[in-house]
């Protein structure tokens, strides 16, 4: 299909809404379409293939693709990974686990007023989604994004916001 350009046939398009959660796997060929607004969690990788570009320019030129190496590693027809999501209601606050793995836990928690949450992580990637208030007496609003170290011991989160955090 890659070979004879029969991209229809190779790529399914799903239908997305905000606050979709999305687990991409390995060998799962995907893109993102213009005017999509999406927040990136993922282990470090320093290998990415270029299979197709939509014909873009850079410089006046078609980008290098990398057809070979990704029909090596492309897990074709894909099957998106099941998994169950689970919220748990808190004092001040919501955490819905969207995914927990070998490699990292992502959740998103939703504050309303004040809400105090104990660390026990190695550290926490924060990114505000929506909404603002304070942690720690910082201000934070959507768009802010932080790393709390091992060091801070409780959250004190103030305000309305969702968050995606992520750890390992």
């Known amino acids: 299909m890659i070979h004879g350009g029969r991209w229809n046939e190779l790529i399914r398009e799903i239908p997305i809404k905000k606050g979709d959660f999305f687990q991409i796997e390995p060998g799962c060929l995907h893109a993102i379409k213009g005017g999509t607004v999406i927040l990136e969690t993922q282990q470090s990788s320093d290998i ?6 939509y014909d873009r320019l ?23 990974p099941a998994f169950k999501r689970t919220v748990t209601e808190k004092n001040g606050y919501t955490t819905e686990q969207l995914i927990k793995c070998e490699y990292y836990t992502v959740e998103k ?16 990637n924060v990114s505000v989604i929506s909404g603002s208030g304070t942690v720690n007496g910082t201000s934070i609003k959507k768009g802010s994004n932080f790393i709390v170290p091992s060091t ?4 004190v989160l103030e305000g309305n916001a969702e968050l995606i955090v992520s750890y390992v």
């Open 48 to 53: 990415t293939y270029l299979v197709y570009d």
């Open 58 to 80: 850079q410089n006046g030129k078609p980008r290098e693709l990398h057809i070979e190496k990704s029909i090596d590693v492309i897990n074709a027809p894909f099957t998106p």
């Open 109 to 124: 928690i939703t504050t309303s007023g004040k809400a105090e949450i104990n660390m026990g992580k190695s550290f926490l």
């Open 152 to 155: 801070c011991k409780k959250l």
